[in-house]
């Protein structure tokens, strides 16, 4: 059977917004990820045959096939091919199933797997507010209306329904944003991430968590929707970085000298309620363990983005998982969420944190527009 491995993962620090990197360009931003991976992992990069990046706003700088476009500004041989694709903020994490399954189908030997956001430069929606703005129609048409009617479809309305759902009020969200901020706090002071980042613009760690943020100065913060329970505090921070992975088949780990960190274990996918929109990582979860014929607790280390705080907190009521292992260095509310760039980020800090702490089974997930979820489970080797 044929295997795909990851051979490295690396990331640049998540700049906050207006912060160190928010005046890089996103094609030079995601091209600083991938010289550096090439550089660790030591691998000829005329032998890779394709970059696939997730990219969320692909509009203005980040238009144009943002792949290709970093792949040649780093440098790396034009023989390599490059394409950018979509699946909203899970892009990156799809990138990296693209790239497993290309390795696994058995077509090709060397692919990575990257993304980038910049979110000062591209702003969230900016594409759709440029359609609007010359009269295009929203992309939602008549038959989406037929099918769902016209009502509110936001990740906002969605993370408030999910507090409606579960019952969380605005004391327990705030309750695990905060503890997201001191896990990062720590992870940040005790170098956790040293080894995974590289350093673009002077900027050498994480811009977003606050280690000095108190429940008091989360309480006075207004609700983003009046007499909603989600505020500033307990929403994943508008961020910019990139992250690269690549993945290799066992061919080219023997031609090229490279060294296995981790086997891609299962890959899985799948949709829920477009409306709840951050409800998927749930039933992607079970089918993913499901099919693995694993249970959440043989899973050492899981990263589950932070869109908002409802969103770990009923997958892992919804899981029975423990709270330990999710998210130990902190998630998106304090460490930023760059859109298109999130998924290979996590996939380096999973990995990382595998190897820091001797775990086996790493899980990552994470909820997507149009309500949908990816979810990769690796083995660390």
Known sequence: MAEAYIVGAVRTPVGKKKGGLSTVHPTDLAAHTLKALIERTGVDPAAVEDVIMGCVMQFGPQSMDIARNAWLSAGLPETTAGVTIDRQCGSSQQSIHFAAQGVLSGTQDLVVAAGVESMSIVPMGASITAALEKGMPFPFGEMWVGRYGKQEISQFRGAELMCEKWGYTREVL?????????????????????????????????EGPRADTTL??????????????????????????????????????????????????????????????????????????????????????????????????????????????VNPNGGAIALGHPLGGTGAILMTKLLHELERTGGRYGLQTMCEGGGQANVTIIERL
């Open 174 to 206: 705030e309750q695990y944003a905060f503890e997201s901020h001191q896990r990062a706090a720590k992870a940040i002071a005790n170098g956790y991430f040293r080894d995974q980042i590289a350093p673009v613009n002077g900027v050498e760690d994480d």
């Open 216 to 325: 008091e100065k989360m309480a006075g913060l207004k609700t983003l929707k009046e007499g909603g329970q989600i505020t500033a505090a307990t929403s994943s921070q508008i961020s910019d970085g990139s992250g690269a992975v690549l993945i290799a088949s066992e061919q080219a780990v023997r031609e090229h000298g490279l060294t296995p960190r981790a086997r891609i274990h299962q890959l899985a996918l799948m949709g829920d309620d477009p409306v709840y929109m951050l409800t998927a990582p749930i039933p992607a979860t079970q089918r993913a363990l499901k099919k693995a014929g694993m249970s959440i607790g043989d899973i050492d280390v899981v990263e589950i983005n932070e869109a908002f705080a409802p969103v770990p907190l009923a997958w892992m009521q919804e899981l029975d998982a423990d709270p330990a292992k």
